[in-house]
């Protein structure tokens, strides 16, 4: 028994070790970026301050859009950053970084009045890592500089911890680590907006349902049963609240409510949806954003495709046989970094895609395919579900009516939905022995080696994204 109480701490320390590498690893890699760099990073951190302030809405003065006071030493240094965002030939001089550094809180004496539309829709329980690491830096007094690479710290340490507990629960395949490996994905996991807090808790809903839905098979997951629904319904609310588009996932409290027999997971499931559209349906009727120019409301908009489904349906189509969006969607979907202003070396995008192409053959596990539909079938139709959303909703909140194409949509958008398919090729047998089940010792020695050349493949690929990655950041960044 200490034996194996000595093992599960040595392990335990492993991970905390991992993590803390792969932490400073990401750290040391984000400083190649600067601040304020990656899209709406500016509204993010200014929402994270209210929040640290106990400002949970946002407000909408007459003539601006919605916003909040922000402290005016925070909003100069926003500001003198967002001068690079854009601009592929902008760099500031020695002495220009050097006055940024210098800025410090001004505290309650001056709070300017900034504009944020662009977080309204979030919940903003999900700026908690962000706001905790703001608040305490003022708190002790560092200047904000400073205050923005802990904050940077702690949201990567916090994305990443939540990764490794998702891989923990749920072995990931192939194809979902090679979709976390793309340059956009690293990109944006290394700084303090959302896309890798919510990447990751994605990450997490689909482990915990994958366990739910295991334990309705298993009697030696009876424990998971008192903490995973909860668990599940906080990430799935913190998610969709974050990611419109993401709302399908609500679906796995049904799926399980039918397979497990258990309808109070029904009643978890209708209260995750019910407190995510009544939110919605605030943020949507509240917000004023008006960067882009449009003569009807975000709620004029969703009554009008909802009672047209088929013209929706139509600008979708219009829009993926448009060649220069399929391709720009693709481009974007591997790394268009920084404002969009940032693209990767050109051959790149041909070989890590051919790349990811083989991470996708790769990921497909067909064991227990027929135990596991349950889980393969959700999270396939949560996938296809998502990828359509993005449309919508960038037709009722950033696409002018009438439209003949949607518009605002990057390749970005459909990482999460990507890791989804990718959770549906692999299945959901986690912790199984990579050889169980096969009927002799050739049989396993042929899976031995077919696993230790996806290793060195996934290695080879990880080592190219990342070649792409910093060989893009140092063409766009670099003095």
């Given at each position: 028994m200490k034996a194996v109480a000595a093992q599960l701490a040595g392990a335990r320390w492993v991970r905390v070790a991992l993590w803390l590498l792969l932490t400073c690893g990401g750290w040391v890699l984000s400083q190649a970026v600067p601040p304020m760099q990656s899209p709406d990073e500016n509204h993010h951190i200014a929402r994270a301050y209210l929040l640290g302030h106990g400002v949970w809405g946002l407000a909408a003065p007459p003539g601006k859009m919605s916003g909040g006071e922000v402290d005016a030493g925070l909003t100069a240094y926003i500001r003198q950053n967002m001068l690079m965002a854009g601009k592929p030939d902008f760099r500031f001089s020695a002495e220009?970084?050097?006055?940024?550094?210098?800025?410090?809180?001004?505290?309650?004496?001056?709070?300017?009045?900034?504009?944020?539309?662009?977080?309204?829709?979030?919940?903003?329980?999900?700026?908690?890592?962000?706001?905790?690491?703001?608040?305490?830096?003022?708190?002790?007094?560092?200047?904000?500089?400073?205050?923005?690479?802990?904050?940077?710290?702690?949201?990567?340490?916090?994305?990443?911890?939540?990764?490794?507990?998702?891989?923990?629960?749920?072995?990931?395949?192939?194809?979902?680590?090679?979709?976390?490996?793309?340059?956009?994905?690293?990109?944006?996991?290394?700084?303090?907006?959302?896309?890798?807090?919510?990447?990751?808790?994605?990450?997490?809903?689909?482990?915990?349902?994958?366990?739910?839905?295991?334990?309705?098979?298993?009697?030696?997951?009876?424990?998971?049963?008192?903490?995973?629904?909860?668990?599940?319904?906080?990430?799935?609310?913190?998610?969709?609240?974050?990611?419109?588009?993401?709302?399908?996932?609500?679906?796995?409290?049904?799926?399980?409510?039918?397979?497990?027999?258990?309808?109070?997971?029904?009643?978890?499931?209708?209260?995750?949806?019910?407190?995510?559209?009544?939110?919605?349906?605030?943020?949507?009727?509240?917000?004023?954003?008006?960067?882009?120019?449009?003569?009807?409301?975000?709620?004029?908009?969703?009554?009008?495709?909802?009672?047209?489904?088929?013209?929706?349906?139509?600008?979708?189509?219009?829009?993926?046989?448009?060649?220069?969006?399929?391709?720009?969607?693709?481009?974007?979907?591997?790394?268009?970094?920084g404002w969009l202003d940032a693209p990767l070396p050109g051959a790149f995008y041909a070989w890590i895609g051919w790349g990811l192409a083989f991470c996708v053959m790769g990921g497909v596990c067909l064991r227990d395919a027929a135990s596991d539909w349950a889980f393969r079938a959700t999270t396939l139709a949560i996938a296809i579900a998502s990828f359509v959303l993005v449309f919508f909703a960038l037709l009722i909140t950033w696409t002018p009516h009438p439209a003949q194409v949607i518009a605002g949509v990057q390749g970005r958008y459909f990482i999460v939905p990507a890791i989804l398919v990718g959770y549906a090729l692999h299945g959901s047998g986690f912790m199984r022995p990579i050889s169980s089940n096969l009927p002799d010792t050739r049989s396993k020695t042929v899976s031995k080696y077919g696993t230790s050349l996806r290793r060195l493949f996934l290695v080879a690929f990880a080592m190219m994204c990342m070649t792409a990655l910093l060989s893009c950041l140092h063409t766009r960044y670099a003095l």
């Open positions: 220009e970084q050097a006055q940024l550094r210098q800025l410090t809180w001004q505290h309650d004496t001056a709070r300017p009045y900034f504009e944020m539309p662009g977080t309204a829709y979030y919940l903003p329980l999900i700026y908690v890592p962000h706001a905790l690491a703001l608040r305490l830096s003022e708190a002790l007094g560092l200047r904000i500089h400073t205050s923005y690479q802990v904050t940077r710290f702690t949201v990567l340490g916090a994305t990443l911890a939540l990764m490794m507990w998702a891989c923990a629960l749920l072995r990931p395949g192939m194809a979902v680590l090679g979709f976390v490996l793309l340059p956009m994905t690293l990109f944006q996991l290394v700084l303090p907006t959302l896309d890798g807090i919510t990447t990751a808790l994605a990450m997490v809903t689909v482990a915990l349902f994958a366990r739910l839905l295991q334990s309705s098979q298993s009697s030696n997951a009876q424990s998971d049963s008192c903490w995973s629904p909860v668990l599940l319904g906080f990430c799935l609310l913190l998610v969709i609240t974050t990611r419109m588009h993401l709302l399908p996932l609500a679906a796995m409290f049904f799926m399980l409510a039918w397979r497990c027999r258990r309808w109070s997971y029904a009643v978890w499931g209708m209260a995750v949806f019910l407190i995510a559209a009544v939110w919605l349906a605030v943020a949507v009727g509240s917000t004023v954003d008006t960067r882009i120019p449009r003569h009807h409301t975000t709620t004029e908009l969703l009554k009008t495709y909802v009672l047209a489904p088929f013209d929706f349906l139509n600008l979708l189509l219009n829009s993926w046989l448009n060649t220069d969006l399929r391709h720009f969607y693709g481009r974007s979907f591997i790394g268009i970094l």
